[in-house]
């Protein structure tokens, strides 16, 4: 089944975060850099021509106090509404939650690098992912409190990693980093020696190989949007 996806880029400047998820769709995408300002089409408005919405990460938080916050915020709710499914990631994944009624606070520390997240459950979104899997991490905040209705789908020690309520799903762990994204990542990270020295130690070409299981979310996804094409009460 033929599919578009809208890209929302919330990524600040130039990142690898259109190259990465354009790379990881086996889909027709539409890109948006919302940081500056470029939203999709209204869902429930008659230029949509899309079938499901992937959110990005960024390297703000989702309570800072920008426009193009509020815009998108306002923006994922009448996607709620409508209900177009909708994938977020790291920070698109917090964005969902807080805007669909969840909490989000700093965690005041920093997990970074490839490491284990649990599953909790089998929905459809972690088809073929193992119980407990490799993903690579980078954030300093966490969902605190899910929306009203939304189910845990992964956790590990940092808290939730993972959330669906209806079609909206939110992961926390970055399934479309590759080893050039995650050195990119860490090498603009401000560490202390030690700190550096623990995180590269995880850029192993084992954990590196183990990631790859985690980009079945993006496939499983697709499928999850084709599911929902095919509703005969689909209203969108």
Known sequence: MNQTIVIVDASVGET?????????LDAQTQVYKVSDGRLPPLPTGPDRRYDGVVISGSQTSVYEDHDWI?????????????????????????????????RVVDMGAHELGYRTVHRRGDDPLFAGVPASFTAFQTH???VAELPSGAVELARNDYGGQAFRLGARYGVQFH???????AEWVIGNKDLSDERLEAVR???TDELV???DVATNV??????????H???PDRTD
């Open 229 to 231: 094409q095919r509703r």
């Open 209 to 211: 190989e183990a990631a």
């Open 70 to 102: 509020h815009e998108l915020t306002s923006w994922v709710r009448e996607a709620h509404r409508a209900d177009v499914p909708t994938l977020g990631i790291c920070w698109g994944h917090q964005l969902l939650a807080q805007a669909l009624g969840g």
């Open 175 to 181: 399934p479309e980093y590759d080893r050039e994204t």
């Open 16 to 24: 690898p975060a259109e190259r990465n998820l354009t790379r990881s």
């Open 218 to 227: 993006f496939q499983n996804f697709l499928g999850l949007v084709a599911d």
């Open 201 to 203: 130690a995880t850029l």
């Open 140 to 142: 300093s905040d966490r």
